[in-house]
């Protein structure tokens, strides 16, 4: 089912790019992580956004993490950012086999955005929530009415 009103808003908020295949998303993720503890206490949630459209297996991603600092001087291609906010947002939730359920979710957001009139303004937001017993994943993506003045 599809949230068309949702949104991403957090503040004090670390961030990094990174180009990686596909297949390393799980590593990247640890190392973001790692790289994220060392400097500072983490909030939560992660949430990364896919850049491209990794036709080539290759993928632009950009890893966010909200922690409990409100000003931290970072290195290493890290940014700071004391909000990050998206607006105007669409989101579906995902339970289990986020790998396989993942390409049916984009599927289903964009045919909403075909149907509706609406245009896409963001990337694909991935944010990881849950705990041990029961992990899920929201997709989001901006967007906005295309007949609106």
Avoid: W
């Amino acid at each position: 089912m599809i949230n068309p009103n949702d949104s991403i808003r957090y503040m004090n908020v670390v961030s990094k790019t990174y180009h990686f295949h596909y297949n390393d998303i799980d590593d990247i993720m640890k190392r973001f992580l790692t790289e994220v503890v060392q400097n500072t206490m983490i909030k939560g949630p992660l949430f990364y956004s896919i850049n491209n459209v990794p036709m080539d297996e290759m993928v632009n991603a950009e890893f966010f993490m909200p922690i409990e600092e409100d000003h931290l001087e970072l290195g290493n291609e890290m940014y700071f950012h004391s909000y990050y906010a998206v607006e105007d947002m669409l989101s579906i939730c995902l339970y289990d086999q986020f790998e396989k359920h993942t390409e049916v979710a984009y599927h289903m957001l964009l045919e909403y955005m075909e149907q509706n009139d609406l245009t896409q303004t963001t990337p694909f937001f991935h944010v990881i929530s849950g705990d041990e017993t029961l992990q899920y994943v929201f997709i989001k993506v901006g967007v906005y009415k295309k007949n609106e003045n």
